[in-house]
């Protein structure tokens, strides 16, 4: 089970030991380096997860396999490994981005739509809304051809959806309710 | 006739008026699911007890609040929704339709009819979770609410306002003794809200047929929540009946409210709070059980006049085990009410029926609004009744009585024979009168016990058709004048030379 409350917590401390360091992309960098590593594998992947493997075992392994990565983001792992947390890294990974992404003044921005928009209407869609709200965006863009038409904007919590689909699941339940 | 060109027309019109506005949301992930309990990321700013929206059109209700997730209760069927799937914050906290569209219909605890009587055409809206009213706002319960149950109006009074506990094993009649009351409020300007908690389908069916068949299902409404659905449906099922009759309340009528019965609720509850992980206590309850039926009991009250006098009168049923009332929920709710009606299986196995066990059972508030009519036959039942149970307990050891002591035991026999009455046969205040006089008159010393229900029955015809002002007067002074008790006793004189 994931956990985010813990994971945070692992995070927040890396980040500030990062941050401390003034290495906080050289972190971040390397502790997706070793996540990917992870997900590339799934050998890999069930050895580190594995609560079967011997502890000490296990970290040596992993210091040889990834020696190559900065201090921090190494330790963190040891500990994870010697804590018994292996199951966070994931989580661990996706928190120290919402710190850095905090940090920078900035917020997770997702436009999904039905086909591929052109880079200047993204760009467009993102200028209007930093006006708007008056933050930066990370802009990440997926395609669902599902959504017929029209775009998905999710920042956060917040969610504006002027999708064709989005329309018409309103009449569906609007039928279905009267 | 429309030609060609004008629909283009008008398609074309509506073309370019198309709205194309976005829906806005504050939306979570679901990051666990299973039990019936969703455990959502985001959602930061959603309200304890908000409604939100699953992507099926299932709704939940949000009950844990914690630092990065929110504890729902998903009140539908869980099977569809996954891990990741999308949850929308819809801004209002968990309420009903009240109002005179509800009485009639059968609605679940959402407020959504359930009796296929079509939409509920109603524009107000109340939350289920109210506060009650203040101390202010109150006023003593005065008027009484008849059961038309002879044992509960005479010995157990309940007044409008009240919170009378009904208790007792399964099997016993606690819901006959509710489904009679109802009944009985026919014509007498109450409106009566059945709260059904975890039930069987089929025995809220034949409640509401019984319903119709008296013609109580016009000022009645049924919140249903069935044995297989949802804990957390089972869960708001009372205090969305609550609301509807706070409704009511506060428009100045009077309530009578039902919820049967509280045991399962609690046990509901009991299960959405172990799966939310809070704390166990006692039997596994949750601490906060004696909360939940506190608030939710508090709400029954009678308002001021200032407030328009209306009043909810709570009439709660819990279930024991083998009569144990010392158990955790049974202790609790008989501490919150303001009485209890306490029914045995001995008794109902004796054929007395309701099998209400009068020694025990006990109204703290009622006696100060039963009518004058009644308290003068009540108060000399009561006591004659305590006489014959201590007699009878004795008479069981001594070989042979006096003849007093027999005298009493007999006259004891044919009072307890009188409290029988059969189901759905619910009595007006001023019948219970006359014939509850004729019984502590010793009247019915005479006649043996098996034929004391013959008896009842026909000299309650008897006396409408012969003496019609007997009646008629009590009902309209609601008091025993030494005139009308004099017209009385000619009346059943004249009746037992017949009998």
Same mark, same amino acid.
């Given at each position: ?12 401390? *890396? ?11 050289? *972190? ?32 040596? @392994? ?78 990440? +863009? ?21 999708? @064709? ?14 | ?6 629909? /283009? ?40 007890s ?22 729902? /209760? ?14 929308? %914050?819809?801004?209002?906290i968990a309420s009903v339709p009240v109002g005179d569209?509800v ?21 107000q809206y109340r939350t289920i979770e109210n506060t009650a009213p203040t101390v202010i706002e109150r006023q003593s319960v005065k008027q009484p609410l ?7 109006? =005479?010995?157990?009074p309940i007044g409008k306002g009240q919170r009378e506990l ?19 409020q026919?014509?007498k300007n109450v409106i009566c809200i059945?709260v ?25 409404t ?5 044995? /297989? ?9 009372p205090f969305a009946g609550c609301a509807m009759a706070e409704y009511f309340m506060y428009e100045g009528k009077d309530v009578l409210i039902v919820y ?16 939310? %992980? ?12 004696f909360f939940l039926h506190s608030r939710l009991l508090e709400r029954a009250a009678k308002l001021s006049d200032e407030k328009g006098g209306g009043s909810i009168t709570a009439l709660p049923?819990?279930?024991? +085990?083998?009569?144990?009332?010392? $158990? ?5 709710v008989?501490s919150i009410t303001d009485g209890?009606?306490?029914? +045995?299986? $001995?008794?109902? !196995? ?13 109204s703290r508030v009622g006696s100060s609004a ?7 036959? =009540? ?13 009878? $307990? ?22 307890? =024979? ?60 609601? $008091? ?14 004249? !009746?037992?030379?017949?009998?």
């Amino acid at each position: 089970m994931p956990n985010e409350t813990l994971a945070r917590r692992y995070a927040t401390a *890396v980040f500030d030991l990062a941050h401390e360091a003034n290495s906080i992309a050289t *972190v971040q960098h390397d502790l997706h380096t070793f996540v990917d590593a992870l997900a590339a594998d799934e050998s890999v992947r069930k050895f580190f997860r594995s609560p079967v493997v011997d502890r000490k075992e296990k970290e040596e @392994i992993v210091a040889r396999a990834f020696d190559k990565l900065d201090p921090i983001a190494l330790h963190t792992i040891l500990l994870l490994i010697r804590k018994r947390r292996e199951a966070l890294a994931e989580e661990l990974v996706v928190q120290f981005d919402d710190l850095e992404r905090a940090a920078r003044g900035s917020q997770k921005l997702r436009i999904t739509s039905a086909r591929q928009l052109p880079q200047a209407e993204v760009d467009q869609i993102v200028a209007r809304l930093a006006a708007a709200f008056n933050t930066k965006y990370d802009v990440t +863009q997926a395609v669902d051809p599902g959504l017929i038409g029209g775009v998905r904007i999710t920042m956060g919590d917040k969610l504006a959806d002027g999708t @064709i689909a989005g329309r018409l699941d309103d009449i569906a339940r609007l039928l279905s309710t009267n | 006739m429309i030609n060609a060109d004008e629909i /283009a027309g008008i398609i074309k019109q509506r073309i370019a008026t198309y709205a194309t506005g976005t829906n806005e949301a504050e939306i979570g992930t679901v990051i666990q699911v299973g039990d019936n309990i969703a455990r959502v990321y985001g959602l930061d700013n959603a309200q304890s007890s908000e409604l939100v929206e699953f992507p099926n059109g299932v709704n939940g209700i949000v009950l844990n609040l914690e630092e990065d997730s929110v504890g729902i /209760a998903i009140m539908g069927p869980d099977t569809d929704i996954r891990e990741g799937d999308r949850v929308k %914050r819809t801004g209002r906290i968990a309420s009903v339709p009240v109002g005179d569209a509800v009485l009639g219909r059968t609605v679940n605890p959402l407020g959504q009819p359930i009796d296929g009587k079509g939409p509920i055409e109603s524009n107000q809206y109340r939350t289920i979770e109210n506060t009650a009213p203040t101390v202010i706002e109150r006023q003593s319960v005065k008027q009484p609410l008849q059961t038309g149950i002879r044992a509960i109006d =005479a010995l157990i009074p309940i007044g409008k306002g009240q919170r009378e506990l009904i208790i007792g094993d399964r099997g016993t009649g606690k819901t006959a003794i509710a489904i009679d009351a109802i009944i009985n409020q026919k014509g007498k300007n109450v409106i009566c809200i059945y709260v059904a908690i975890g039930q069987k389908a089929s025995t809220v069916a034949s409640v509401q047929q019984t319903f119709e068949k008296h013609g109580a299902m016009e000022y009645t409404t049924i919140v249903n929540v069935s044995a /297989a659905e949802p804990a957390a449906l089972k869960w708001i099922a009372p205090f969305a009946g609550c609301a509807m009759a706070e409704y009511f309340m506060y428009e100045g009528k009077d309530v009578l409210i039902v919820y049967d019965d509280l045991t399962r609720h609690a046990q509901a509850y009991r299960e959405v709070s172990l799966l939310l %992980r809070r704390p166990p206590g006692r039997e596994a309850y949750p601490g906060d059980i004696f909360f939940l039926h506190s608030r939710l009991l508090e709400r029954a009250a009678k308002l001021s006049d200032e407030k328009g006098g209306g009043s909810i009168t709570a009439l709660p049923i819990i279930e024991t +085990q083998a009569g144990d009332v010392s $158990a955790y929920i049974p202790t609790n709710v008989i501490s919150i009410t303001d009485g209890q009606i306490y029914l +045995q299986n $001995a008794l109902f !196995f004796q054929g007395i029926r309701p099998a209400v066990d009068v020694g025990i059972s006990v109204s703290r508030v009622g006696s100060s609004a039963q009518t004058k009519a009644m308290k003068s036959v =009540a108060g000399r039942l009561k006591l004659d009744l305590a006489q014959y149970r201590e007699l009878a $307990a004795f008479s069981k050891l001594a070989s042979d009585l006096d003849k007093a002591t027999q005298q009493q035991l007999n006259r004891g026999d044919k009072m307890t =024979a009188v409290l029988v009455q059969p189901q759905l046969d619910p009595q007006p205040m001023e019948d219970e009168v006359a014939v509850l006089f004729a019984a502590t008159r010793g009247y019915l010393d005479q006649f043996p016990t098996n034929r004391m229900q013959e008896w009842v029955h026909r000299f309650v015809q008897f006396l409408h058709e012969k003496y019609p002002q007997v009646t008629n007067t009590i009902r309209d002074t609601q $008091a025993l004048s030494d005139d009308v008790e004099k017209q009385l006793i000619a009346a059943i004189e004249d !009746f037992n030379r017949g009998f």
